[in-house]
T-cell receptor
Framework: ETGVTQSPTHLIKTRGQQVTLRCSSQ?????VSWYQQALGQGPQFIFQ???????GRGNFPPRFSGLQFPNYSSELNVNALELDDSALYLC???????????FGPGTRLTVT | GQQVMQIPQYQHVQEGEDFTTYCNSS?????IQWYKQRPGGHPVFLIQ?????EVKKQKRLTFQFGEAKKNSSLHITATQTTDVGTYFC??????????????FGQGTILTVHP
């Protein structure tokens, strides 16, 4: 198992609400990336953080935002939740110069 | 675009049979990675291939990277029930500052019947 942890495990929210998901990176890793995995699909890259700044974003709207803290932990914030935001949200940590990613167990978000 | 196409989408095998999944890109890849996701789990890194024509083995798993670095395959010999899961290939983002910004294929769901 990786040293990447995520909280909470499951979350149920109502359309229009806001949500914050948390991730603690593996020791020695300095990048953190977030992915959205809809049921039956491969993970989709949301964004990556490095040195506490966003370092690349996938095709996701601005209502998806994040933070990286000095201890390399990270948050994913989603505003104005929509039904299609229901998915497994995966945090992955890595190191600069290395492509392989180590995923956490994910947070299952359900929007009703 | 920078998509990777993976086939087949599903594969059902009897325990002991072999399994192969293929990953194809329209553009040359700097590397290709393979991940396994067990049902209800998260993607777990298996391997990264970098060199043209590279072949790597992990016990019953054989990974290949094409000569043109546009395709890759994962072959499992004599499948076991523990091999059940979804196998994804993933390509990195373009550019020197894009490490880890992966684009995943659609995955191949492997079912093994005992």
């Amino acid at each position: 198992e990786t040293g990447v942890t995520q909280s909470p495990t499951h979350l149920i929210k109502t359309r229009g609400q806001q949500v914050t998901l948390r991730c603690s990176s593996q020791s020695g890793h300095n990048t953190v990336s977030w992915y959205q995995q809809a049921l039956g699909q491969g993970p989709q890259f949301i964004f990556q953080y490095y040195r506490e700044e966003e370092n690349g974003r996938g095709n996701f709207p601005p209502r998806f935002s994040g933070l990286q803290f000095p201890n390399y932990s990270s948050e994913l914030n989603v505003n104005a939740l929509e039904l299609d935001d229901s998915a497994l949200y995966l945090c992955a940590s890595g190191r600069t110069g290395v492509d392989e990613q180590y995923f956490g167990p994910g947070t299952r978000l359900t929007v009703t | 675009g920078q998509q990777v196409m993976q086939i087949p989408q599903y594969q059902h095998v009897q325990e002991g049979e072999d399994f192969t999944t293929y990953c194809n890109s329209s553009t040359t890849l700097s590397n290709i990675q393979w991940y396994k996701q067990r049902p209800g789990g998260h993607p777990v890194f298996l391997i990264q291939l970098v060199k043209s024509g590279e072949v790597k083995k992990q016990k019953r798993l054989t990974f290949q990277f094409g000569e043109a670095k546009k395709n890759s395959s994962l072959h499992i010999t004599a499948t076991q029930t523990t091999d059940v899961g979804t196998y994804f290939c993933a390509r990195p983002g373009a550019g020197g500052t894009s490490y880890g910004k992966l684009t995943f294929g659609q995955g191949t769901i492997l079912t093994v019947h005992p």
